[in-house]
């Protein structure tokens, strides 16, 4: 596999439900971040980890937990989340942290019930 | 007012026009700028960066100015395949992880 993966695609999840969103890059980089797309809104920047660091963390609710076990997976752990929380979740990821040009994956499109 | 600003359109241009966008940036400090383009229901992907001295890749043609804080996408002879969001991303000193637009929408017709 190329680029940067994503799983699931699509998730549908109860406020109750604990999940996870999982991202995978095969680009050999050392940076990579999470963001939130709603509708109608710009891409909001939530986490970013540079060699398994968090160095950013952008006021994200703890109902949202990232983490990064080494520089190529990326989860999302969710929790009690809130209908207004659906969203599309693409992780990128860029060579060095801030470095030029990211690689979207396709993102998951996360509906919360 | 808001970091990055965008018309958000959508344009709605025939085949073969030539149309513009523009993305404001209010932060004087900004030093990288990229435009992206997103189709329906995919992610993001990096389209051009967009130098000081401008830059040209086939039709597409970005560029920046300084003074008034903003950078330009044209687009000449638009292609149906052209029709998507387009966002800007615009980086300033220190992280440089940039901040994004909230995209601008292109609808070409035949």
């Known amino acids: 596999e190329t680029g940067v993966t994503q799983t699931p695609r699509h998730l549908v999840m109860g406020m109750t439900n604990k999940k996870s969103l999982k991202c995978e890059q095969h680009l050999g980089h050392n940076a990579m971040y999470w963001y939130k797309q709603s509708a109608k809104k710009p891409l909001e920047l939530m986490f970013v980890y540079s060699l398994e660091e968090r160095v950013e963390n952008n006021s994200v609710p703890s109902r949202f937990s990232p983490e990064c076990p080494n520089s190529s997976h990326l989860f999302l752990h969710l929790h009690t989340l809130q209908p207004e929380d659906s969203a599309l979740y693409l992780c990128?990821?860029?060579?060095?942290?801030?470095?030029?040009?990211?690689?979207f994956g396709s993102g998951t499109r996360l509906t919360v019930v | 007012r808001k970091e990055v600003e965008q018309d958000p359109g959508p344009f709605n241009v025939p085949e073969g026009a030539t149309v513009a966008f523009n993305c404001t940036y209010s932060?004087?400090?900004?030093?990288?700028f990229f435009w992206y383009r997103q189709d329906c229901r995919k992610e993001p992907k990096l389209l051009m960066s967009?130098?000081?001295s401008g830059n040209e890749d086939g039709r597409f043609t970005a560029q920046l100015n300084r003074a008034s804080q903003y950078i330009s996408l044209l687009i000449r002879d638009s292609k149906l395949s052209d029709s998507a969001t387009y966002l800007c991303a615009v980086a300033s000193g220190g992280s440089y992880i940039p901040t994004f637009g909230r995209g601008t929408s292109l609808i070409v017709h035949p």
């Open positions: 990128a990821s860029t060579a060095v942290a801030g470095g030029y040009g990211y690689t």
């Open positions: 967009v130098y000081s």
């Open positions: 932060n004087s400090a900004s030093q990288s």
